[in-house]
């Protein structure tokens, strides 16, 4: 049964923008994802699809923005790439997507029921 779904956009350049402020890159994402995006080049573009998707987990459980910190959610990848993450209301698909100056991440949130 699907508990909750969300989608979330964001321009890139403004990721680009955002990467350059102290701070930023520490309290938007976990170790584990700041290892991630520098093996990928340090791009917007990886960043942009992981905030993404964060904000599409929260929509998905219902949550507003600042109800959990982001920093508490995790976007790990399979060796293939493929984006997934782990919480304990459930079964997490990710799919996380981008072009030209967009990513966009969609978030199906499944119980385990």
């Given at each position: 049964m699907i508990v909750g779904t969300g989608i979330d956009i964001t321009l890139i350049s403004r990721m680009?923008?955002?990467?350059?402020?102290?701070?930023?890159?520490?309290?938007i994402f976990t170790p584990v994802e700041r290892d991630y995006i520098a093996g990928k080049g340090g791009h917007?573009?990886?960043a942009a699809g992981i905030f993404c998707a964060k904000e599409a987990y929260?929509?998905?459980l219902g949550k507003g923005i600042g109800a959990i910190?982001?920093?508490?959610?995790?976007?790990?990848h399979h060796e293939s790439g493929?984006?997934?993450?782990?919480?304990?209301?459930?079964?997490?698909?990710?799919?996380?997507?981008?072009?030209?100056?967009i990513a966009i991440a969609h978030?199906?949130?499944e119980s385990e029921d």
């Open positions: 680009e923008q955002s990467m350059k402020k102290e701070n930023f890159m520490g309290k917007a573009q990886t929260l929509k998905a910190s982001f920093s508490s959610i995790e976007i790990l493929a984006p997934y993450m782990q919480s304990d209301v459930g079964r997490v698909h990710v799919s996380i997507s981008h072009m030209g100056d978030v199906i949130i």
